[in-house]
């Protein structure tokens, strides 16, 4: 007979919100207006703005060997003290009218990349053109241990090395005491319910149609949602730090 069981996982959802600020301490890169500006002089207003904020005269940006470009000498460098405040910097530079664009020196991370064993196969995280691009989200959020969200399906193998992890517990109930101590009802419903059986072992038993074994699909969903990852074993989950 079939059975549907009600788990608990611990999952979050990617919070479209920026991480937190990170660039080069002291270091302002700029793009000039007009570059033969600053080579003749001619830019009196800039030197009161480096000179508020402790600023040397900018730098090429440019690698290249002999005689710049007009276009080479556009980016420019500012450097100051490593507590420079390189907002404050940023805008007042740009408010001068002087530059097309001003900005601090980002630092730049490549992708998360987790070394899950099976991560190679799971073609909606790793299709560069048709996936999901979980990696990029990965680079902003990867999942809120304070966001729960429970799953209607035929159960949850929380013994699982790529479940247990991040499956939600609740801890209000002594496992294994006989009593219902968070009195919702449910006696040591510490992994959840499983109102098929009427018990509090939401695992899944073994259901097959069609040669295949359906009882899974709950745990498989669960992996989707929040498998543990980035520990060289099974598969990645979206949600992997709840």
Known sequence: ???????????????????AAEFVPGEVLAVLRDPSAIEFGHMPALAPILQRHGLGQGEYL????????????????????????????????????????????????????????YLSNQWAITN????????????????????????????????HPDIGPNAWQNSDEIAGNGVDDDANGFIDDVYGWDCGRNNNDPRPEAYFEGGIDVGFHGTHCGGIASAATNNGTGVAGTAWSC
């Open 128 to 159: 560069p053109t048709s996936g999901i691009k979980l990696t990029q989200a990965w680079d902003v959020n990867t999942g809120d241990a304070g966001t729960v969200i429970a799953i209607l399906d035929t159960g949850l193998d929380w013994s």
């Open 62 to 117: 440019s690698q290249r060997q002999g005689e710049l470009s007009t276009l080479d000498k556009r980016y420019l460098r500012y450097r100051g003290a490593a507590d420079l405040d390189v907002l404050a910097a940023r805008d007042e530079l740009a408010a001068s009218g002087l530059f097309l664009a001003v900005s601090p020196n980002w630092l730049m991370h490549p992708f998360i990349t987790p070394n899950d064993y």
């Open 1 to 19: 007979m079939k059975r549907i069981a009600i788990i608990v996982l611990c999952l979050a959802a990617l919070p479209l919100m920026a991480s």
